[in-house]
Structure formats: structure tokens, C-alpha cells
């Protein structure tokens, strides 16, 4: 990871990262019901996508998971760019890093998968996953201008 100078803080730039954080979350939200549904279609041997009842619940279902991903990443997020920020660390495999990371904490913090041994790994895996588009679409919004 490279690191570069730490910029200042102000607050058009905190004001940037929050919406990036709140985006990043909505479409970590819409990642999780589109992934459950294919899922969920794969193992019922159905898997349409353009389903009505598929498409008429993806924004309402996609916004209250992207709602609750966002109390749950608020403190982990923080953190982690506190850290990264005292690093210098800038790119986006750092951002990456960082939503990987919360993904798949998260998870074993409030749904316990690995509790069961291995087969918790899919799940978490599939979090973290999540966790990496959320750490894009946050890097692409707030470290970029």
C-alpha cells in the first residue's frame, strides 16, 4: 500500500465521506438481497431474476439492508479510517482492505457463521465480498474528488 501525505481535515471533505459511506453501504445492501436471491434461486432450481416479486422488492429490501449495514459498519468504519488516514494510506487496495474487513467482522460479530466450523466460510466469505464492492464505491466517492 503506498501511503501519502495526510490531508486536512475539513468539513466539506467529512460531509464527503459520510454520503461516500452511507452510498457504500446502500450498495453493500443491494449486493447482500441480489446475492441471497441468486442464491436462493440457485438452490430452488428457479432463477429469475426479472421475477416481479423479485424486482418489486429489490429497492425497498436492498435501502433497509443497506439501513442496517450501516448501524452495524458505523463504529468498524471510524475506526479503520482513523487508522488508515494515521498510516497514510490512500489507495484502493487499502479501501478495499478496509471493506473486506469490516464485511467479514461484522458478520462474525452479529450472525456467528464461523461458530459452526467451515461451514460459516461461504458466509463469510460472501460478507467480505460485500464488504470489498462497499470499499470501492467508498474509495471511488471520497478519495477521489
Given amino acids: 500500500m503506498t501511503t501519502h501525505p495526510i490531508p ?7 460531509v464527503r465521506n459520510g454520503l461516500a459511506w ?5 450498495l453493500s445492501g443491494l449486493t447482500i438481497v441480489v446475492g441471497f436471491a441468486i442464491v ?5 432450481g ?12 429489490l429497492v425497498p429490501g436492498s435501502f433497509f439492508i443497506g ?6 459498519t458505523v463504529l468498524p468504519t471510524i475506526a479503520l479510517t ?12 487499502a479501501h478495499l482492505l478496509m471493506g473486506a474487513l469490516t464485511g467479514a467482522a461484522a458478520i462474525q460479530i452479529f450472525g456467528f457463521p464461523l ?18 464492492i462497499g470499499g470501492a ?6 478519495a477521489r474528488p
Fill in 8 to 14: 486536512a481535515l475539513t468539513v466539506a471533505g467529512t
Fill in 22 to 26: 452511507l452510498a457504500a453501504s446502500l
Fill in 40 to 44: 436462493g434461486g440457485i438452490e430452488a
Fill in 46 to 57: 428457479r432463477l429469475d431474476p426479472l421475477d416481479d416479486e423479485f424486482l418489486s422488492a
Fill in 67 to 72: 439501513l442496517y449495514v450501516a448501524v452495524l
Fill in 82 to 93: 482513523w487508522v488508515r488516514r494515521a498510516a497514510g494510506w490512500y489507495g484502493l487496495p
Fill in 115 to 132: 461458530q459452526y466450523g467451515l461451514e460459516g466460510l461461504p458466509m463469510t466469505g460472501f460478507f467480505a465480498a460485500t464488504g470489498l
Fill in 137 to 142: 464505491v467508498y474509495w471511488r466517492l471520497s
